[in-house]
């Protein structure tokens, strides 16, 4: 009996997890760029980009700030400076500094 209310509280919590989802930070950057990081699950977050794209970036070990790459984008936030990190088909990563929109 024990077991199983264990395991209902275990599954209640996992799923509450998996919905929990922090209220979008919005960012403009420099080159006109506007996108919208939402932090999920620790070390998981979505990047959602202008047109409805949409990616999951996951955290990258950093040794001061924050790092989440995902397949074709990089987000990192150093000293409260933020940046966006474009992947082209071709290797070459075009970094662009951003900063957030106040709420409203």
Do not use: N, W
């Not at 009996?1 to 919005?26: G, Q």
């Not at 506007?34 to 977050?45: I, N």
């Not at 070990?61 to 987000?75: C, L, T, W």
Request: hydrophobic share 45%; aromatic share 4%.
């Amino acid at each position: 009996m024990r077991c199983m209310a264990l395991a209902m509280v275990l599954t209640a919590m996992t799923i509450a997890a998996a919905r929990a989802e922090d209220s979008p930070r919005r960012f403009r950057c420099e080159d006109e760029t506007r996108f919208a990081l939402s932090f999920l699950a620790p070390g998981t977050a979505r990047l959602q980009l202008p047109g409805g794209g949409e990616q999951i970036l996951t955290a990258v070990p950093m040794a001061s700030g924050i790092r989440y790459e995902g397949a074709a984008s990089i987000y990192v936030e150093h000293q409260g400076v933020s940046a966006l990190i474009h992947k082209a088909l071709d290797g070459t990563l075009r970094e662009t500094a951003c900063e957030p929109v106040p709420p409203g």
